[in-house]
Antibody
Framework: EVQLVQSGGGLIQPGRSLRLSCAAS????????IHWVRQVPGKGLEWVSG????????AYADSVKGRFTISRDNAKNSLYLQMNSLRAEDMALYYC???????????WGQGTMVTVSS | EIVMTQSPATLSASPGERATLSCRAS??????LAWYQQKPGQAPRLLIY???TRATGIPARFSGSGSGTEFTLTISSLQSEDFAVYYC?????????FGQGTKLEIK
């Protein structure tokens, strides 16, 4: 079964750091671009960051640029999001998402909630 | 950044009716457009990519059309399980922006 299983969310104080992880299975991980997308509960979807197979094409939303770092370990079939200097506005449900060959987002993780609060 | 604008924000319809959801892009591109369905408590699900190609397992009552700046998702005969929030997304370039969503609710 093709799936993405996420871990690493939780309650964190403003200004602190948190790392999200996403474990892939059921497909050849290093064949695909992978993204992080977030969603404030009850609101819309916001693309956060994406990374190609060899990490030489990486992009971030302006809202997280300079604070978040995306990375991947193809040997471990895993994607990561290092989130530093967290703010209240970063509080959201974060999804790990696989891109298909055409660029659409075909496989979504279950989501992990990040709560930023003192 | 390409801004995606969906309309209407909320669409009220009855089972069996036809629903038409719209998505407009702030700049033109060919067919790098996807539609997603999201139900409460669930991750989004890919319905349509390439503006008109149904994803695996998506029923034929879902269809997509359009190119350039105007795109449409049509649900030919609404089933009870179709009432959800729908998002369009452009993947022509990065950032791969989403529309704000259309909530399809039961009338």
């Amino acid at each position: 079964e093709v799936q993405l299983v996420q871990s690493g969310g939780g309650l964190i104080q403003p200004g602190r750091s948190l790392r999200l992880s996403c474990a892939a299975s059921g497909f050849t991980f290093d064949d695909y671009v992978i993204h992080w997308v977030r969603q404030v509960p009850g609101k819309g979807l916001e693309w956060v960051s994406g990374i190609n197979w060899n990490e030489n094409n990486i992009a971030y939303a302006d809202s997280v640029k300079g604070r978040f770092t995306i990375s991947r370990d193809n040997a471990k079939n895993s994607l990561y999001l290092q989130m530093n200097s967290l703010r209240a506005e970063d509080m959201a449900l974060y999804y790990c998402v696989k891109e298909n060959y055409w660029g659409a987002f075909d496989i979504w993780g279950q989501g992990t909630m990040v709560t930023v609060s003192s | 950044e390409i801004v995606m604008t969906q309309s209407p924000a909320t669409l009220s319809a009855s089972p069996g009716e036809r629903a038409t959801l719209s998505c407009r892009a702030s700049q033109s591109f060919s067919n790098n457009l996807a539609w997603y369905q999201q139900k409460p408590g669930q991750a989004p699900r890919l319905l349509i990519y390439g503006a008109s190609t149904r994803a695996t397992g998506i029923p034929a009552r879902f269809s997509g059309s359009g190119s350039g700046t105007e795109f449409t998702l049509t649900i030919s005969s609404l089933q009870s399980e179709d009432f959800a929030v729908y998002y369009c997304q452009q993947y022509y370039n990065w950032p791969k922006t989403f529309g704000q969503g259309t909530k399809l609710e039961i009338k």
